[in-house]
């Protein structure tokens, strides 16, 4: 069992723990002597890490994606903490649980293969129903899918993301299905939004660190879930040939511009809504964790976001009671917009 967390692990902390190595560099110093460069994690994080004596020496005891023994101490670094690392020492498989140095789920299995058998259990039409069942009854690709992340880095990059990131598609789904009416296939729609990221369960590794296989680098996770389904369709000669294709093409077009790496835009309704939601649960999921991290000089806005190109607001936003509470509103100090307003801009 870990006894120490990479998000725990505070300026001239004394450490000795368990971490995966997801990085391993050798650099040259000013100095002209050898360190190396590391990235280590766990559970709860990343950590940038240091050998700076011994480096030759130690670097022969271990490799990336190895699960080692480190003995170090945090040090400030440009605003955050980094290791320097005086001891490194590669632990045998067996004598540690790997969900403790990969990011995962706060949901256990039985409640996220629970969520997939209502979901698929949930589906009305016949012939969408046998493609759905042809694929998530295969004991390989429902055991992937359910342990896959949905990114390397970026949204839901944790042990069962993917199906989190599906689920709540679905979830969206059903309910924007239920507005527009028959207007939208809501079976259809479903079936976009468990199948749109079916490739990355062969796109990306998680088996150590997050990565990508080489076949994921080459091809893709849309060009990957296309040919998945052209398989599970292969075994269902009674499939409509029109209904395929409008599966194919909702996997297809999923990330509804050419430029973010679509071969093609959505043409359909449900294509449309479904490239929507996928961006829409992205980009929230996102931002939820953005919240749920700790600012470093305890300020109400998190850095620069590249992705959003803008800062997020962190601050709590206030609820009914202290809205409606007289006694807060008669101290409540002006400010430059005026008396008994608040700025979240000041």
């Known amino acids: 069992m870990k006894k120490i967390f990479i998000k725990d692990i505070k300026e001239r902390d004394s450490v000795t723990g368990a971490f995966l190595v997801v990085r391993k560099e050798t650099g040259i110093s000013k100095s002209g002597k050898a360190y190396l460069n590391l990235k280590l994690m766990d559970s709860t994080g990343e950590i940038e890490a240091r050998v700076w004596d011994d480096a030759e020496e130690l670097a022969k005891g271990f490799n990336k994606n190895d699960v080692v023994s480190i003995k170090g101490f945090g040090v400030a670094y440009q605003g955050g903490v980094q290791l320097n690392v005086t001891g490194v020492k590669q632990l045998p498989e067996g004598s540690y649980s790997l969900r403790d140095f990969l990011p995962s789920s706060e ?9 997939l058998d209502s979901i698929l259990a949930s589906m009305k039409d016949r012939h969408l129903k046998a493609l759905m069942d042809s694929i998530f009854t295969d004991r390989e690709i429902r055991g992937r899918f359910l342990m896959a992340p949905a990114a390397k880095a970026m949204h839901h990059s944790y042990l069962g993301g993917l199906a989190e990131h599906v689920f709540s598609i679905c979830g ?10 028959s207007a939208v296939s809501r079976d259809l729609l479903i079936s976009g939004a468990m199948l749109h ?16 296989s080489d076949e994921g680098r080459l091809l893709g996770h849309i060009t990957m879930g296309v040919e998945l389904i052209d398989r599970k369709l292969s075994s269902l000669p009674e499939f409509p040939r029109e209904l395929a294709v409008l599966v194919k093409h909702m996997v297809l077009s999923h990330h509804g511009q050419l430029e973010f790496g679509s071969p093609k835009r959505p043409k359909t309704i449900e294509s449309i809504i479904l490239s929507y939601l996928d961006d829409l649960d992205a980009k929230v999921n996102t931002v939820r964790a953005l919240l749920n991290g700790k600012s470093s000089d305890g300020s109400n806005w ?3 976001q590249r992705l959003f190109e803008r800062y997020i607001y962190t601050g709590m936003v206030p609820s009914h009671e202290e809205v409606q509470d007289p006694a807060a509103k008669k101290t409540e100090p002006a400010d430059d917009n005026g008396p008994g307003t608040m700025s979240l801009f000041k």
């Open 107 to 115: 949901r256990d299995q039985a409640s996220l293969e629970a969520e």
């Open 172 to 181: 969206l789904a059903d309910k924007v299905a239920g507005h527009y009416g």
């Open 197 to 212: 990221d079916i490739g990355k369960i062969y796109e990306l590794t998680y088996e150590r660190s997050f990565d990508y």
């Open 302 to 304: 998190t850095p620069y």
